[in-house]
């Protein structure tokens, strides 16, 4: 009963299955691990009794608020918000879409999933971490929201990306007073089912632009997630951690 409660969303796959399973390795809170995919059940039993699957469509603010009252109802607080979950429509042979193509239905359903989502959930979980006066949330934004990434990243991707780092930092001055940190990270290329779909051209140009020379393994973000997500952060807030291999250097 004393342990601390997290929320990971989008946590089915990708960058999020590997945050959920560091996260529910580290054993110290019950894990909520949030998808829109049936599958999110079988991830959560495969990481023991203390994690708990939750299904909802983010598209749908309805179906966010009711998550936000069963964890007031279910648990009765929550310390740890990953809004990790994000979408990123592509061309069938995986490149980005023009701006003249971009209809305003996928313009409104990816800014609803990468900016509206993030929006509400801060909204509904904020109020317990400053109950109980401790919280860590972490924004996950992407290179594309801090930098132009020529012919891959759409326009409604970079939009959404970029305004997240915006509501980060307003969100964190009101938590602050509660001891409630809000902070983004910028991923760069990871290896994910997602990031191994591209061309090899564009894989070759990105590595050529990564100093470090490789793309990085999902464990290596989870493990700065770790650490916004602990005590050992304490001091910082409305932050912006660039975990990309160096290819954006601020």
């Given at each position: 009963?004393?342990?601390?409660?997290?929320?990971?969303?989008?946590?089915?796959?990708?960058?999020?299955?590997?945050?959920?399973?560091?996260?529910?390795?580290?054993?110290?809170?019950?894990?909520?691990?949030?998808?829109?995919?049936?599958?999110?059940?079988?991830?959560?039993?495969?990481?023991?009794?203390s994690?708990?699957?939750?299904?909802?469509?983010?598209?749908?603010?309805?179906?966010?608020?009711?998550?936000?009252q069963?964890?007031?109802?279910?648990?009765?607080?929550?310390?740890?918000?990953?809004?990790?979950?994000?979408?990123?429509?592509?061309?069938?042979?995986?490149?980005?879409?023009?701006?003249?193509?971009?209809?305003?239905?996928?313009?409104?359903?990816?800014?609803?999933?990468?900016?509206?989502?993030?929006?509400?959930?801060?909204?509904?979980?904020?109020?317990?971490?400053?109950?109980?006066?401790w919280?860590?949330?972490?924004?996950i934004?992407?290179?594309?929201?801090?930098?132009?990434?020529?012919?891959?990243?759409?326009a409604?991707?970079?939009?959404?990306?970029?305004?997240?780092?915006?509501?980060?930092?307003?969100?964190?001055?009101?938590?602050?007073?509660?001891n409630?940190?809000?902070?983004?990270?910028?991923?760069?290329?990871?290896?994910?089912?997602?990031?191994?779909?591209?061309?090899?051209?564009n894989?070759?140009?990105?590595?050529?632009s990564?100093?470090?020379?490789?793309?990085?393994?999902?464990?290596?973000?989870?493990?700065?997630?770790?650490?916004?997500?602990?005590?050992?952060?304490s001091?910082?807030?409305?932050?912006?951690?660039?975990v990309?291999?160096?290819?954006?250097?601020?």
């Amino acid at each position: 009963m004393n342990k601390k409660v997290a929320v990971v969303t989008g946590a089915a796959s990708g960058l999020g299955k590997a945050i959920a399973t560091a996260m529910g390795q580290r054993g110290d809170c019950h894990l909520i691990v949030l998808d829109k995919s049936p599958s999110v059940a079988q991830f959560a039993q495969s990481l023991g009794p203390s994690v708990e699957p939750y299904l909802c469509d983010l598209e749908d603010p309805a179906q966010i608020i009711a998550f936000g009252q069963h964890v007031r109802s279910a648990h009765g607080r929550c310390d740890i918000l990953i809004n990790n979950a994000g979408i990123h429509p592509k061309n069938p042979d995986n490149s980005k879409v023009a701006l003249e193509d971009i209809t305003l239905a996928t313009w409104n359903a990816v800014l609803a999933v990468n900016l509206t989502a993030p929006f509400l959930m801060c909204q509904q979980l904020l109020p317990l971490m400053r109950e109980h006066r401790w919280g860590r949330i972490v924004n996950i934004s992407s290179r594309a929201g801090r930098t132009l990434i020529p012919n891959v990243v759409a326009a409604y991707y970079s939009a959404t990306k970029a305004a997240l780092m915006g509501l980060t930092r307003t969100v964190a001055e009101e938590g602050a007073p509660f001891n409630v940190t809000v902070n983004t990270v910028a991923p760069g290329r990871f290896l994910t089912p997602l990031s191994v779909k591209v061309t090899a051209s564009n894989l070759e140009n990105s590595l050529k632009s990564i100093p470090l020379g490789r793309v990085g393994d999902p464990d290596e973000l989870a493990a700065v997630i770790l650490f916004l997500t602990s005590d050992a952060s304490s001091y910082m807030t409305g932050a912006v951690l660039d975990v990309n291999g160096g290819c954006f250097m601020p």
